[in-house]
């Protein structure tokens, strides 16, 4: 038996309708819009509504995700989980069944707890990887979308209470757009030092303080940030987890973790490799 579940946030591509997510005893089987338009789920969950357009962008791969995912489950930025929890919750909480959209939303790590907590919000994550949307649609609640945000987001005006934008690529006007009065966007940025001592053994690209850059981008759309704060942390991670930590990133892309795990181990102290995490957290509330 199919199950209709209203999800007033996602429009169809076709035709710009509200579409109606369809559900059965497994999850998300499709979208369907009132003209007839459809969008079937993979076996995975996740829905493509890229159709017929793709992407310039090379999604991450499969060997990225479940490096990222080491990295994340090793706790190397748990302190983000926490701040983000924190700063998300004067957002959430004013709210009976927000409606969070994750740009970039990878395999949903960061998302997962705030509807985790919240039965009544419906989530949206976006990503171009199907790779990492499989696991995202494994998340109760979450609905998961290949889609290319640089695209304007295939979502209803004002019908957002939370974007979430961690790491991954911004479109301020199409986020003015889609949040509702008293919305919020959440965007985490690297700061200069995030990581250095891999960029400065040449296995990341030196980090540019992006933190102004995000202020132009957004301003003209979102204003100013209305709270914005600095984590800086020092962690100890094992050599996997370094190595991880490059894989995960655009090196995944074309370098092997056979080349990459010689060159790091000049940073190996004491079994473990000390790193600096140098991240900036802003929120804008149009
Ligand atoms: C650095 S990862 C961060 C993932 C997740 N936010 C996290 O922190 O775990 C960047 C993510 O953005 C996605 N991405 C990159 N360009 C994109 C685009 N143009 N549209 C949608 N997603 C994109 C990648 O596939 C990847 O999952
Ligand atoms: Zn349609």
Redesign the pocket.
């Known amino acids: 038996m199919e199950l209709l579940t209203s999800d007033p946030a996602v429009l169809c591509v076709h035709c710009r309708a509200d579409v109606t997510v369809v559900r059965d005893e497994r999850g998300v089987t499709g979208l369907r819009c009132p003209a007839g338009h459809r969008f079937d789920a993979a076996r995975q969950g996740y829905v493509n509504l890229l159709v017929g357009r793709g992407?310039r962008?090379t999604?991450?791969g499969t060997e990225m995700i479940l490096a990222?995912e080491r990295v994340?489950d090793a706790g190397v930025f748990s302190a983000l989980s926490r701040t983000l929890h924190e700063v998300t919750a004067p957002w959430l909480d004013a709210v009976d069944r927000p409606v969070i959209v994750?740009?970039?939303?990878?395999?949903g790590?960061?998302l997962r707890p705030l509807i985790a907590e919240r039965p009544g919000a419906a989530a949206v994550a976006?990503?171009?990887?199907p790779a990492?949307l499989r696991r995202a649609a494994k998340i109760p609640g979450v609905l998961a979308v290949t889609?290319?945000?640089?695209r304007g987001l295939p979502l209803a005006d004002g019908s957002v209470d939370l974007i979430l934008d961690?790491?991954?690529?911004r479109h301020p006007s199409e986020f003015r757009r889609v949040l509702r009065d008293g919305g919020a966007a959440v965007v985490?940025t690297p700061g200069a030092e995030h990581l250095a001592e891999l960029a400065d053994a040449g296995l990341l690209s030196q980090q540019e303080d992006k933190a102004e850059a995000l202020a132009a981008a957004m301003e003209p759309h979102l204003g100013t940030a209305v709270d914005s704060r600095d984590l800086r942390r020092s962690v100890r991670v094992t050599p996997t987890t370094a190595v991880d930590l490059v894989m995960?990133?655009p090196a995944g892309h074309h370098r092997t973790r056979d080349a990459v795990e010689p060159l790091t181990r000049g940073l190996v102290d004491d079994d473990a490799v000390t790193l600096t995490i140098d991240l900036r957290i802003s929120v804008f509330a149009p």
């Open positions: 992407s962008a999604p991450d990222r994340q994750d740009c970039g939303a990878g395999t790590h960061y976006l990503d171009l990887s990492a889609w290319d945000i640089w961690i790491f991954a690529p985490v995960m990133g």
